[in-house]
């Protein structure tokens, strides 16, 4: 386990090692659902939950099961198996007690899934070897990292909608744009606090 301070795994993970903004993982959610900051809000919510939780359950699977018995060949199918176990469970959940929530992120909720920012954040953690508190430490730090670039994005579409915009200045572009403002916002923070 590297001699890290959690506090700094969350903050870096949050800022300076965002899932979104320094890795790019997790685009293509963040880029279709960010249109209305109530459902980017909600499946930022989703996102983070699901990242903690997974960190959590994959660094115990990985040190209890995958190492020990030798299965390291096996760790993606693993990894994907507990991912997508826990989606279902959160999916059932949200479908009981939030809705109109569940019926806004419609397809959004099951593909968080394969939404690559959740395994990326689980491989991270395995490749520098957290141990537990870092991980679930890094998995929120992650997860409130992409529910605020989510955000973020969201609420400036929801304004620049009202605005006129050039010809070709508006959806994807418009939203790449704000993107790559927000990421350089972000690296600033790279003084402060960063990990490897």
Known sequence: ???INPLIIFLASIATSNMVL??????????????????????????????????ALNWAVYTY??????????????????????????????????????AKLGIFLPLITVNCAILGATLFMVIRSYGFVQSVLYGLGSGLGWWLAISMLAAMREKLAKAKLPPGMSGPAISFIITGIMAMAFIGFSGIFTIQ
């Open 1 to 3: 386990m590297p001699d």
């Open 22 to 55: 320094s890795n790019f993982l997790g685009m293509c959610s963040y880029l279709s659902v960010s249109s209305e900051y109530k459902t980017a809000s909600g499946l930022g919510m989703a996102v983070t939950l699901v990242l903690v939780l997974t960190s």
């Open 65 to 102: 099961l995958i190492v020990p018995l030798d299965l390291v060949y096996l760790q993606y199918v693993i990894f994907i198996i507990v991912i997508a176990a826990l989606v279902q469970v959160l999916e059932m959940a949200m479908d009981r007690y939030t809705p109109d929530l569940h």
